[in-house]
C-alpha cells in the first residue's frame, strides 16, 4: 500500500476500518508535538461519530513501534482496572483501534506513523482554569492514574525519549546547543542564558534521589498538562488521562511538577506580558490537596517533601528545553512566530522565579495538606 501522509490524509484514513460512512475531519491544534485530527463518520442510521487520528511526530518519537507498544500495553491495563472498579473504559481510558492489517499503526511511505483512538464524546478540555475546582479534579484524575498503574509491569515499557526528565542531561543538552549556537540566536537570549547557568545546581536534586534510592522509581505520566485530562460535560469532573506517549518509569515529583507548571502559572505558556507570570498559590494548594487524596497514601515521605521543589525544577527544566529549542532553531516544539520558544522559555523562568519567592508559603501549604488528607 502505498501512502503519502503529508499529502494525503484521506489514503491515511482508508488504511484504518470504516467506522461508517465518512465525512470529514477537523483537526485539533493544542500540542506542540504531535499532529491530531477528528475524523467523522456516519452510520447507517444517520449516528455522527467521531475518532481521533494522529501522527506521531517520529523527529520526537523515534521509536514509534515501541511507542504504541507502551500504550497498547498501559490501556489494557487501565481497561481492566477501570471495569474491576465498575467504571466505563469507554471513556476512563483510550482505546486503539488498530489498521486493516491489524497493526496498531500505520507508517506512511514518508516515515510518518499514524494511530486511531477513540474520541471520548461529551468532554472538554481546559487550557485556561477559571477555577481552582477544576485543578483539584486534574489533580485528582493524575493522582489516580499514578495509583492505577502502581502494579503496572514497570520492566516492559520502553523509554519512548531517553533522559525525558532527567534534567543533568536536559542542562548538558542545553550546553551543546550553545555551543552549537545552529539557529545564531545566542546573542538574543543573554539573560535568560544567564538565568539558566545560575541554577545549574538545582538540576540534579530528584536524579540524585532517585539514583540513592531515595526516590522510588514509579510508572508515571511525564506530561501532565492540564489540557491532557478530559473533562465530562456533565459532571464538569476529570474523566481521562489522554496523551500517553511519554508514560515510562519516572518519578511521580515529575508529574506533579509538570501540572503546577502548567495550571498554577496565572498567565498562558507564552504570556508576552511576564507581569502577568505568577505563580497562584490557590491553585497550587487545590492541586496539592488533589492530589494528596489521590495518590498521596502510595506517596513516600520524600516524594511529598519535594513537592514544591518538583514545581520548580519541572518549570525550570521546560524552560531550559524551550529556550535550548530556540537557539538550535525551533526543531522540536512546534512554533507560531520566530521568538515563540524565546518567549515560552522567558515566561517558565518568570515563573520559577516566584516560585523562588514562594517557596517557603508552598512548603507550608504542603505541610497543612498532608497533615489535614493524611494525618
Ligand atoms: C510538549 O505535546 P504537548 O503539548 O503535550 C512536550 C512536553 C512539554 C510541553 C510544553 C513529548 O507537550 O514535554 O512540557 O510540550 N512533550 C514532549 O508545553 O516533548
Ligand atoms: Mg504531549
Redesign the pocket.
Known amino acids: 500500500m502505498s501512502i503519502t501522509s503529508n499529502t494525503n490524509l484521506i489514503e491515511i484514513i482508508k488504511a484504518f476500518p470504516e467506522f461508517g460512512k465518512y465525512i470529514g475531519y477537523r483537526p485539533i491544534t493544542?500540542?506542540?508535538?504531535?499532529d491530531t485530527y477528528v475524523i467523522k463518520y456516519e452510520t447507517e442510521n444517520g449516528e455522527c461519530l467521531q475518532y481521533l487520528l494522529q501522527r506521531i511526530?517520529v523527529n520526537?518519537?523515534k521509536k514509534p513501534v515501541e511507542l504504541m507498544e507502551n500504550v497498547c500495553g498501559v490501556t489494557s491495563f487501565l481497561r481492566e482496572k477501570i471495569e474491576k472498579e465498575g467504571g466505563d473504559p469507554t471513556r476512563e481510558t483510550l482505546t486503539v483501534y488498530p489498521a486493516k492489517d491489524g497493526k496498531n499503526y500505520v507508517m506512511a511511505d514518508d516515515g510518518g506513523c499514524w494511530r486511531m483512538y477513540n474520541y471520548v464524546d461529551d468532554t472538554y478540555s481546559i487550557n485556561e482554569l477559571t477555577s481552582p475546582d477544576d485543578f483539584r479534579s486534574a489533580a485528582l484524575s493524575f493522582g489516580n492514574f499514578q495509583n492505577q498503574l502502581a502494579d503496572y509491569p514497570i520492566e516492559t515499557l520502553h523509554e519512548?525519549?531517553p533522559n525525558?526528565h532527567n534534567t543533568p542531561s536536559r542542562f548538558k543538552d542545553f550546553l551543546e546547543a550553545l555551543d552549537k549556537n545552529a539557529s545564531g540566536r545566542k546573542d538574543a537570549a543573554k539573560p535568560e542564558i544567564d538565568f539558566v547557568l545560575e541554577r545549574e545546581k538545582d538540576c540534579s536534586v530528584i536524579t540524585d534521589l532517585l539514583n540513592c534510592g531515595d526516590l522510588p522509581l514509579k510508572v508515571t505520566h511525564?506530561?501532565t498538562?492540564l489540557?491532557?485530562v478530559l473533562f465530562d460535560k456533565k459532571t464538569n469532573k476529570g474523566i481521562c488521562v489522554v496523551?500517553l506517549?511519554?508514560v515510562m518509569p519516572g518519578s511521580s515529583l515529575y508529574d506533579f511538577g509538570?501540572s503546577i507548571?502548567?495550571g498554577a502559572n496565572t498567565a498562558a505558556?507564552d504570556e508576552t506580558d511576564l507581569s502577568k507570570v505568577t505563580l497562584s498559590l490557590e491553585y497550587f494548594k487545590a492541586y496539592v490537596e488533589g492530589y494528596l487524596e489521590t495518590a498521596g497514601p502510595s506517596l513516600t515521605e520524600n516524594e511529598i517533601k519535594y513537592l514544591p521543589f518538583a514545581a520548580k525544577l519541572?518549570t525550570f527544566e521546560?524552560g531550559i528545553?524551550?529556550l535550548g529549542d530556540f537557539i538550535n532553531g525551533d526543531v522540536?516544539?512546534k512554533v507560531d512566530y520566530p521568538e515563540h520558544n524565546l518567549i515560552?522559555a522567558r515566561t517558565q523562568f518568570k515563573l520559577v522565579e516566584d516560585i523562588e519567592a514562594k517557596y517557603n508559603e508552598m512548603v507550608n501549604i504542603v505541610d497543612e495538606a498532608k497533615a489535614k488528607i493524611l494525618g
Open positions: 493544542d500540542g506542540h508535538i504531535n511526530n520526537v518519537f519512548t525519549i525525558f511525564n506530561d498538562k489540557n491532557n496523551d506517549d511519554t509538570d507548571r502548567f505558556e519541572l521546560c528545553r524551550f522540536y516544539f515560552r
